[in-house]
Structures are given as C-alpha cells and as structure tokens.
C-alpha cells in the first residue's frame, strides 16, 4: 500500500515544483522579459488566483473520473505548459504557461491527498499526508534550488524545459505502475459539497488558510531577492541557500504531520508564532552567518509544516468530504499566495525589502488570533 502513495508523492513533486519555481527565478525572468521584479511577482498572483478561483469546483467535478487517467492527464499538462513557459517570448506568452497548470493542480493535490488518506484510515490522516507531503517538501529542498542553479549556469528557460521532461517521465511512470483507483463517494453530489461553504466553522477555517498563506508568500516569494539584493549573493549562492531553506523542511513536515493528528489548531498556533521570530529575524541577522542560518531555518521549519498543517486541518474539519475541503484548503492557501505576492510587491515598491518581514508578520499573527477563536467553534455535522 505504500508504494502507490511513493508514486503520488514523486508526481507531487513535479506538481508543486512547477508552481514554485518561479520563486527562485523572478529576478532572472525579470531581466529577461524586461519587467520589474514586483511585476514579474505577479505570474505568481496569476498561478494562485487561477487555482483559488476554479480549485474547488474542479476538483468536485473531477471527483468523479477514475484516477489514475486523472492523474496521469494532469501531468501530461504540465509537460505541455512548462515546455511553453521554456520558449516564452514576453511576459503574456509566459502568464497563459502559468495559467495551464494553474488549473490541474488543485484537482491533483486535493485528489492525491483523499486517495492517500482512503488508504491508511483518517485516523492517520496527518501521516499518510506527510508522505504525500514528502514530495512537496522535495520540491522545495531540491525543486526550486535546483531550478535556481540551473538558471544561473544555463538560463531560467533551462529550467522549465528539465521540468517539462521530468513531468512527462512522472506520467509515464504513473501509466505503468500506478494501480487503477475508482472515484469514492461518487454518491456525494456537488451540491453537498458546497453546502460546506455555508458553515461559518468552514469559512473560518478558509481564512485562516488565506491568511497563513498571505503572510508565508509576502515574504517568500521575493527570498530570492532578498538574498541578492540584500545579503550581496550571486545566483549560485542563492540556489544553495534555498536548497537549505527547504531542507529543514523535511524536519518541518515530519513535526507537522505528527502534531496536526493531536490538534490542528494549537499546531498551526505553535508554528505560526515560530515562523513571526524566524521572519522577523531575518533581516536583522542578514550579514551574520550564523543568524541568517538560524532565521531561515527556524522559517523554512515552521513554512514546511504548516503547508501539511493547513491542508489536514481542513480535511479533519470535514471528514465526509475530504477531497472538496482539501480543495477549499487549496483555493484559500493560493488566494493567500497569490495576496502576499501582491502585497510583497508593494511592500518592497514603497517600504522596501527589508520590510518585507514585518508585513509578513502581520499577517501570521492575525491568523493566529483566528485560529484561537476556532478552537471554541463547534465542529461541523458528519452528516453535512
């Protein structure tokens, strides 16, 4: 049983990689297309907008279509797309390379994690996650640095055309390997579905996703920058230095997965409020070794973890629609990405880089306040 959970987290790998890529490559997509970097930001405000926009309704209708072809098409998609984001010619070529995957992954990710739940019980929900999760954080530790150390030997297109060919092998190795799964509860009708939206425990529990994202992207996704501009680092140096970021997240996503089947909400308390100390610290410790090495580890830890927190916190909080509130996870996770990218940009454009932290902040610690209500909320009907 847990090989096909191996596969689904290798295939994730190419998923959220494609996503987040772009995060290590700005400036150097920046340069090229001859936009700012604040604008070329906004092909991350694209990606997140597209999946907070169509994910759950995707996802609902795709629920019922068998999965391992699911899957398999998915990724086919992001062959295709990050093979067009490789040959891009301006910044409109490489928004609609953006858009494409944009809206497979939602389907993928939310159906991934139901699929790995059906198989270890939800009792272990945090767990077969973490697994699946396992390629999330893969992604971060070798996905995006890696990508960074390629655009900087060989350009940022070199980088979209390995992962196009990674996608395709991933296909290939689902087509083979990959048992065929049917739809579950293809009882559960749409309407069902969104009549969770009318909880105000579930439109809680949305913004707190929104927000935790909001603040995590603000800053994250300009660290490239950061780490150019103001800790003087060549793109080498830079590709290292993320690779570390998401290396200590393994750690994060191990911690994670364990503390959010105790109670999800006091884990994602406990990792926010690490995550404002990393932040904050990180420009203050910027030209000392050893304090940038401990800012960032402390915020790739808690980053890592709350990823997986987040998405089994809304699963738990739903258990008879796991798969549409993972995507409702997903599509409040991207709103909030796609809002710190957008406020990350302004941010920089009127206080600065090194404000970036602090705005960050501000957003961790409102969810935080947010969190701490919904643990007196009562939890949704089963039967909803």
């Known amino acids: 049983m847990l090989f096909p959970i191996l596969l689904l987290s290798a295939a994730g790998f190419t998923v959220l990689t494609t996503e987040f890529i772009i995060v290590g490559l700005l400036p150097s997509i920046a340069r090229d297309l001859n936009v700012s970097v604040s604008q070329a930001g906004l092909l991350v405000t694209l990606f997140a907008f597209t999946v907070a926009a169509f994910g759950p309704f995707l996802t609902a209708y795709c629920a019922r279509f068998q999965r391992k072809r699911l899957f398999i098409t998915i ?8 093979g067009v984001a490789a040959l891009a010619p301006n910044i409109w070529v490489m928004s609609l390379a953006r858009l494409i995957p944009a809206l497979g992954l939602p389907v993928f990710w939310a159906l991934a994690s139901e699929t790995a739940v059906d198989i270890v019980g939800p009792a272990y929900a945090g767990r077969a996650i973490e697994k699946i999760g396992f390629g ?7 996905g995006i ?6 655009s900087d030997m060989f350009g940022w297109r070199s980088a979209f055309a390995v992962l196009a060919v990674i996608a395709l092998a991933k296909a290939l ?6 048992p065929v799964t049917q739809a579950k509860n293809a009882q559960v009708t749409l309407r069902s579905q969104f009549k969770l939206l009318r909880s105000p425990l579930m439109q809680g529990h949305i913004l707190l996703s929104i927000l935790v994202f909001s603040g995590m992207f603000t800053a994250y996704t300009y660290l490239a920058d950061i780490l150019e ?3 003087g680092f060549d793109g080498t140096l830079v590709g290292w230095c993320l690779m570390g970021f998401g290396a200590v997240g393994l750690i994060g996503n ?12 006091i884990a994602s308390m406990v990792f ?14 910027i030209h000392s070794t050893i304090g940038l090495a401990a800012a960032m580890a402390v915020w790739g830890v808690t980053q890592a973890a709350m990823f997986l927190v987040s998405h089994v916190r809304l699963m738990k909080a739903a258990p008879h629609a796991p798969a549409f509130a993972a995507s409702l996870n997903i599509a409040g996770g991207n709103l909030g990405i796609g809002l710190g990218a957008l406020v990350g940009g302004h941010v920089i454009d009127t206080l600065g880089l090194a404000s970036l932290g602090l705005a960050a902040s501000g957003f961790i610690l409102v969810s935080m306040l947010l969190a701490l209500w919904l643990m007196s909320a009562k939890p949704l009907p089963t039967g909803a």
């Open 75 to 82: 990724l086919i998609m992001f062959a295709v797309a990050n």
């Open 136 to 142: 999330i954080v893969c992604a971060t530790v070798f």
């Open 145 to 150: 640095p890696v990508g960074t150390l390629i």
């Open 173 to 178: 190795l689902l087509f083979v390997y990959l």
């Open 229 to 231: 501009r103001l800790a």
């Open 254 to 265: 191990s911690l994670g997965g364990r503390a959010v089947d105790r109670h999800p909400l």
């Open 272 to 285: 926010c409020g690490f995550m404002i100390g990393g932040m904050v610290a990180l420009v203050p410790a």
